[in-house]
């Protein structure tokens, strides 16, 4: 836990908070499903929720920008050990949040949740090995290395599915190279059974595209601070995201976009719309400085405390699901409110809203306080 003293740009910031909102939103659906842009894609094909994780991964490097300057002026023993300090640390985190609460309730007896069941990898699992292998590359590599690193992870992982998956069907859920992997290496008791099958889409093989999304907003924060808040920042800033755009729409025709799968093509749309959206938010933010009613206050708690509003909105309604009001939980009785006032997915919306507007109001507080929870 700091005080924060490092001046930042409020327009990163901003982006931090409305990438946490928005994830929040379509993480905490009520129960009665949500509006399609809300819901991932089936499988090949992109819809705004893909958006978000992606945009905390660029996020995460936007941070790097600030702090790897502060690396280059420390040994070389305190680097790799605070890289790989954090790193273990946001995974154990990840790791404790798919146990979470540790423990189930049956025939009244209180049992401890068996690890043999517990997910190995997850969202913040490869945030925490994105971080790692991230910031290795740009602390040790020139910047030319740096991104033929980048086009390799890119165009090795595309020949890694051709050569090592299905010689039909070698995108598919079941039958990837990367599905292989992890059922050889973690088995299926460890892997995601949200799809019905064990299938993780934060699995092994998939992390290595996903380090791009980190290298790429490292270079963009790294970029914008150097050349300021200025139109050539934004132009360079657009012009770059919209030929990401560009190769990926061309390569989707033979490496399909895809967000479970990670797909070389996902990668170049999410950090060409994420630096589309940079762009526009320095414009905005830092030029023109339009804050209709004070809308960038909104997002700013939250951008500054962004790992830890997402652990809390990741165990609020857990903890909330033990605390029963008759026959039904808070969670339960939240939801049904709703669901008077609106019924069906504007009331799940409405419910999936009024859990992130408990999750800012713990970043306001801790902003208001001047704590800034680092890990």
């Not at 300021?228 to 012009?239: M, N, V």
């Not at 797909?263 to 209709?292: A, C, H, P």
Request: charged share 15%; proline share 4%; aromatic share 16%.
């Amino acid at each position: 836990m700091t005080t924060e003293a490092s001046p930042r740009f409020i327009s990163l910031d901003v982006f931090r908070g409305m990438t946490i909102c928005f994830m929040i939103i379509v993480n905490t659906p009520g129960s009665n499903g949500a509006f399609w842009p809300l819901n991932h894609a089936a499988w090949n094909g992109f819809t705004p929720t893909d958006l978000v994780f992606p945009s905390f991964l660029f996020a995460v490097g936007n941070a790097m920008s600030f702090t790897m300057k502060k690396y280059q002026q420390i040994g070389n023993g305190a680097v790799l050990s605070k890289i790989f300090r954090r790193t273990l640390l946001i995974f154990l985190l990840g790791y404790l949040l798919y146990w979470f609460p540790f423990f189930d309730i049956h025939n009244g007896h209180w049992d401890i949740r068996p690890i043999a069941g517990t997910r190995i990898l997850g969202v913040l699992q490869r945030i925490a090995l994105c971080y790692c292998f991230g910031s290795l590359i740009v602390h040790y590599f020139s910047r030319n290395v740096v991104f033929l690193l980048s086009a390799f992870f890119l165009l090795g992982y595309w020949i890694i599915l051709l050569i090592f998956g299905d010689t039909v069907h070698p995108f598919g859920m079941l039958t990837n190279a990367g599905t292989y992997l992890d059922k050889a290496i973690m088995g299926d008791s460890h892997m995601y059974h949200g799809e019905g099958v064990a299938f993780d889409p934060e699995g092994i093989l998939s992390t290595l595209p996903a380090i791009v999304n980190v290298i790429v907003g490292y270079f963009a924060g790294k970029f914008i601070q150097e050349k300021g808040k200025s139109f050539e920042t934004i132009a360079k800033l657009l012009l770059v995201g919209c030929l990401f755009i560009f190769i990926s729409i061309c390569w989707d025709a033979i490496f399909p976009i895809n967000k479970k799968l990670w797909t070389s093509s996902f990668v170049m749309i999410t950090t060409g719309i994420d630096l589309v959206i940079i762009s526009v938010l320095i414009y905005v933010v830092e030029i023109r400085k339009w804050n209709f009613l004070g809308w960038t206050s909104f997002f700013l708690p939250v951008g500054k405390n962004p790992l830890f509003v997402y652990l809390v909105s990741e165990t609020i309604l857990t903890i909330l699901a033990w605390v029963k009001l008759g026959s039904k939980s808070v969670p339960e009785w939240v939801d049904s409110f709703w669901q008077f006032v609106a019924h069906g997915k504007v009331g799940s919306l409405l419910f999936a809203i009024s859990v992130m507007l408990t999750c800012w109001l713990v970043g306001y507080i801790l902003d208001k306080r001047k704590i800034y929870i680092r890990v």
